[in-house]
């Protein structure tokens, strides 16, 4: 099991950044995808970024491709979402979530951390 305790959170203006990070407790931390998934009030949780736990590749939702970026430090047992150029559409609370080695799901999340993006 892993245990996911997010932060960074925050309010920023539209066109700002914000760093969240997600730090893992629990063994092989390395052997675990790790994605970051949000969800607006009134609207579903979606993905927003993946790092694969083979090679380190990310993976993005369409709508932020180009300002987000996922990373993680395994040494430090964590995972990052720098967040640049963000949006109003960008406000949401973000979770971390992680999934065992070639799991297609996502078994284990964090409490989540507030981003809001003011106009």
């Known amino acids: 099991q892993v245990q996911l305790v997010e932060s960074g959170g925050g309010l920023v203006q539209a066109g700002g950044s914000l760093r969240l990070s997600c730090e893992a407790s629990g063994r092989f931390f390395s052997s675990y995808t790790m994605g970051w998934f949000r969800q607006a009030p009134g609207k579903e949780r979606e993905f927003v970024a993946g790092?694969?736990?083979?090679?380190?590749?990310?993976d993005y939702a369409d709508s932020v491709k180009g300002r987000f970026t996922i990373s993680r430090d395994n040494a430090k047992n964590a995972v990052y979402l720098q967040m640049n150029s963000l949006k109003p559409a960008d406000t949401a609370v973000y979770y971390c979530?992680?999934?065992?080695?070639?799991?297609?799901?996502?078994?284990?999340w964090g409490q989540g951390t507030q981003v809001t993006v003011s106009s």
């Open positions: 979530a992680a999934a065992w080695a070639t799991k297609t799901t996502y078994d284990y």
């Open positions: 790092i694969s736990w083979r090679n380190g590749s990310p």
